[in-house]
T-cell receptor, first 118, second 112 residues
Framework: DTGVSQDPRHKITKRGQNVTFRCDPI?????LYWYRQTLGQGPEFLTY????????KSRLLSDRFSAERPKGSFSTLEIQHTEQGDSAMYLC????????????????FGPGTRLTVL | AQKITQTQPGMFVQEKEAVTLDCTYD???????LFWYKQPSSGEMIFLIY??????QNATEGRYSLNFQKARKSANLVISASQLGDSAMYFC?????????FGAGTRLFVKA
């Protein structure tokens, strides 16, 4: 399967613990996005990478959240000192942009990681 | 500020009929893209259709078409010949610059 993959698919943790999620984008894609989706809502943008550079972060991404894409391939999203309000589906998406354009491009989504903080 | 509004929390349509899902947007960027995604109960986000702000013609992809009215800032999705498998959440999204924002979604129910 050459789509976007995310691991784990489900994570249950206790409040105060740290969690880390992984996203493997489609191999030739240079852009990678993280979103958070709560029940009954649309995805909310968290952050975005162009290759290994993190170019934009949402104000939703507090200091407890950090994302990396060290080699411009897979990405990790870490949440430190989790809170019950962090419970959500965390979605990763990737896209391919050619020629340095900032135009809109189709994003391919992974299956998501569902986080439950007890 | 950018904003996407989907005013229909839920819609019903009879199988084989057409249905229009509404989406309005607000942005000051001259260049932007509009997307529709489908999210079945299994949770994956499935890309349906894309419309660029400078595209002269409305986008079409099979049974999906996007009714783009730039002056009214609307980008409604039309699904023709609805099928039972079309029952899902549908999200309108806008990309301006590098950020994508999504609407709250419309849940579509297709009746047999």
């Amino acid at each position: 399967d050459t789509g976007v993959s995310q691991d784990p698919r489900h994570k249950i943790t206790k409040r105060g613990q740290n969690v880390t999620f992984r996203c493997d984008p489609i191999s030739e894609h240079n852009r990678l996005y993280w979103y958070r989706q709560t029940l009954g809502q649309g995805p909310e943008f968290l952050t975005y990478f162009q290759n290994e550079a993190q170019l934009e972060k949402s104000r939703l991404l507090s200091d407890r959240f950090s994302a990396e894409r060290p080699k411009g391939s897979f990405s990790t999203l870490e949440i430190q000192h989790t809170e019950q309000g962090d419970s959500a589906m965390y979605l990763c998406a990737s896209s391919l942009v050619r020629g340095g354009t900032s135009g809109a491009n189709e994003q391919f989504f992974g299956p998501g990681t569902r986080l439950t903080v007890l | 500020a950018q904003k996407i509004t989907q005013t229909q929390p839920g819609m019903f349509v009879q199988e084989k009929e057409a249905v229009t899902l509404d989406c309005t947007y607000d942005t000051s960027d001259p260049s932007y893209g509009l997307f529709w995604y489908k999210q079945p109960s299994s949770g994956e986000m499935i890309f349906l259709i894309y419309q660029g702000s400078y595209d002269q013609q409305n986008a079409t992809e099979g049974r999906y078409s996007l009714n783009f009215q730039k002056a009214r800032k609307s980008a409604n999705l039309v699904i023709s010949a609805s099928q039972l498998g079309d029952s899902a959440m549908y999200f309108c999204a806008m990309m301006g610059g590098f950020k994508t924002i999504f609407g709250a979604g419309t849940r579509l129910f297709v009746k047999a």
